[in-house]
T-cell receptor, first 115, second 112 residues
Framework: DAMVIQNPRYQVTQFGKPVTLSCSQT?????MYWYQQKSSQAPKLLFH???????NEADTPDNFQSRRPNTSFCFLDIRSPGLGDAAMYLC??????????????FGSGTQLSVL | KQEVTQIPAALSVPEGENLVLNCSFT??????LQWFRQDPGKGLTSLLL?????REQTSGRLNASLDKSSGRSTLYIAASQPGDSATYLC???????????FGDGTTLTVKP
């Protein structure tokens, strides 16, 4: 089945140690998103790619970076994780050509712990 | 700036009850509204999408409605089951830059 796949499901890192989360998709969608979700809160958009065009949210910390080497893969790099970066990180895709029928498809998420 | 509110934050009902979850938004200039289900520690599963020109969508025991003029959407769940226990989130996709804004969700518990 076509889907959005996130690896790993759980990631533990140390305070200040760089970490990379990965996302792949078999949907061939143009747009890929990274969201951060803390407990009992709404997902917060960090940035998104429209094809290779990178769009950063104004309040996304510089500590967060992203790479999209091709249509299928997107990576989230956290350069120096702090305790406040412990959260669920969600990858999503969509295809804008659907107009008002454009739908978000999510992966199963990566739960990041920072020790 | 779009703001999305879901009230109540938590809801507990006995099995078999029909229930309604609410989603309110402040800017009626929307592309669509999507309802999701999230199980603990998992990603979001899409339930229903209502396009801006539509009034409702149905899938099985779920029915979602949209009233753009009043800035409201409801998710109706018929004959609730313990397996429906999860957090339900709504996401409003705006016409400005096409971003989706999420509510904080309603956590539903269906007791056997």
């Amino acid at each position: 089945d076509a889907m959005v796949i996130q690896n790993p499901r759980y990631q533990v890192t140390q305070f200040g140690k760089p970490v990379t989360l990965s996302c792949s998709q078999t949907l061939n969608h143009n747009v890929m998103y990274w969201y951060q979700q803390k407990s009992s809160q709404a997902p917060k958009l960090l940035f998104h790619y429209y094809d290779k065009d990178f769009n950063n949210e104004a309040d996304t910390p510089d500590n967060f970076q992203s790479r999209r080497p091709n249509t299928s893969f997107c990576f989230l790099d956290i350069r120096s994780p702090g305790l406040g970066d412990a959260a669920m990180y969600l990858c999503a895709t969509s295809t804008p050509g659907q107009g008002t029928g454009e739908k978000l498809f999510f992966g199963s998420g990566t739960q990041l712990s920072v020790l | 700036k779009q703001e999305v509110t879901q009230i109540p934050a938590a809801l507990s009902v006995p099995e078999g009850e029909n229930l309604v979850l609410n989603c309110s938004f402040t800017d009626s200039a929307i592309y669509n509204l999507q309802w999701f289900r999230q199980d603990p520690g998992k990603g979001l599963t899409s339930l229903l999408l209502i396009q801006s020109s539509q009034r409702e969508q149905t899938s099985g025991r779920l029915n979602a409605s949209l009233d753009k003029s009043s800035g409201r959407s409801t998710l109706y769940i018929a004959a609730s089951q313990p397996g429906d226990s999860a957090t339900y989130l709504c996401a409003v996709k705006g016409t400005n830059a096409g971003k989706s804004t999420f509510g904080d969700g309603t956590t539903l518990t269906v007791k056997p």
